[in-house]
């Protein structure tokens, strides 16, 4: 009974917990992928958004894994001081994890074009 008690608890807390929040003010990038939407931009590099585990993905939702991956390109995003992200490719090839690999860019100030993701939140 203890055993199936501190599963429970473990299985619980693995799903509560959210590894990849998103950091203040990395909400507000967007997340496009026309590539029109960057024609005034400064590329500063490429980002690569990661979030599962072998050992926990089971008790994540897909929908969790996802999330946590876009916070982490938006993360990293914005420490490399960007405003918008290109995505390139989301790997779907992994059953553990998500993948996004996105191009990053620094654009003039102004509302994010039509059609740009709005967060996670």
């Not at 290109?86 to 779907?92: A, C, G, K, T, V």
Request: aromatic content about 10%; some cysteine; charged content about 20%.
């Amino acid at each position: 009974m203890r055993k199936i008690s501190a599963l429970l608890v473990l299985v619980s807390a693995l799903s509560a917990c959210a590894p990849y929040s998103i950091m203040h003010g990395a909400e507000s990038l967007s997340v496009l992928q026309d590539r029109e939407d960057f024609r005034n931009c400064a590329h500063l590099g490429e980002a690569i958004g990661v979030a599962g585990s072998w050992w926990y993905y089971w008790a994540i939702s897909n929908r969790s894994l996802t999330q946590w991956a876009r916070n982490d390109l938006r993360n990293q995003a914005l420490e490399m001081g960007g405003n918008r992200i290109r995505i390139e490719d989301q790997s779907n090839l992994y059953t553990t994890s998500v993948v996004f690999i996105g191009q990053v860019y620094r654009c003039p100030e102004g509302p994010p074009p039509q059609g740009a993701d709005p967060g996670c939140r």
